[in-house]
T-cell receptor
Framework: SQQGEEDPQALSIQEGENATMNCSYKTSINNLQWYRQNSGRGLVHLILIRSNEREKHSGRLRVTLDTSKKSSSLLITASRAADTASYFCATPLDSNYQLIWGAGTKLIIKP | NAGVTQTPKFRVLKTGQSMTLLCAQDMNHEYMYWYRQDPGMGLRLIHYSVGEGTTAKGEVPDGYNVSRLKKQNFLLGLESAAPSQTSVYFC??????????FGPGTRLTVT
């Protein structure tokens, strides 16, 4: 079963534009994480936001969390070709040992 | 500091054959995970371990076995491979923080 679901499934934008992708989840959480996966590679952790945080920044990344709507968004500002990748949100299942993953948003940055 | 490594990187099996995938981490992490990723989907947890000598089932454990005899290694076994097990397999580890660190993946094809 999938806890997090990303939207849109795919996004294609011009280099320099901002990219926004969304994640919805079903149950109460204490944190939500975003990961990036370059084609054919392992996932890389980008950012974690806790349930008592509403917004968090890391470089060109901005993550928001709305626990009342059970949703999160990832904004990448001033996109670059190197940002072309799939982006996944993940939320913990019960004891925090396990993460439940969405299907991801495939982001393509056009030069 | 290699992080998480996986061997082999690629493998082709015939239906009914067996194999073992090896995951090794050098970060002294307690938690280790095996996932599979199928096209257009997120990660699905096969098995995980919360410490040396422990294993637990994830979302899709059927057809797989695991062992964690040493803290740094987590082995995934396929006793009798089936075409439905064609996938990309990722190993991950986690320390005291929530973020998971991933290996580069093993691409398995079962014919």
């Amino acid at each position: 079963s999938q806890q997090g679901e990303e939207d849109p499934q795919a996004l294609s934008i011009q280099e320099g534009e901002n990219a926004t992708m969304n994640c919805s989840y079903k149950t109460s959480i204490n944190n939500l994480q975003w990961y990036r996966q370059n084609s054919g590679r392992g996932l890389v952790h980008l950012i974690l936001i806790r349930s008592n945080e509403r917004e968090k920044h890391s470089g060109r990344l901005r993550v928001t969390l709305d626990t009342s709507k059970k949703s999160s968004s990832l904004l990448i500002t001033a996109s670059r070709a190197a940002d072309t990748a799939s982006y996944f949100c993940a939320t913990p299942l019960d004891s925090n040992y396990q993460l439940i993953w969405g299907a991801g948003t495939k982001l393509i940055i056009k030069p | 500091n290699a992080g998480v490594t996986q061997t082999p990187k690629f493998r082709v099996l015939k239906t009914g054959q067996s194999m073992t995938l090896l995951c090794a981490q050098d970060m002294n992490h307690e938690y280790m995970y095996w996932y599979r990723q199928d096209p257009g989907m997120g990660l699905r947890l096969i098995h995980y371990s919360v410490g040396e000598g422990t294993t637990a089932k994830g979302e899709v454990p059927d057809g797989y076995n695991v062992s964690r005899l040493k803290k740094q290694n987590f082995l995934l076994g396929l006793e009798s491979a089936a075409p439905s097990q064609t996938s990309v397999y990722f190993c991950a580890s986690r320390g005291i923080t929530y973020e998971q660190y991933f290996g580069p993946g093993t691409r398995l094809t079962v014919t």
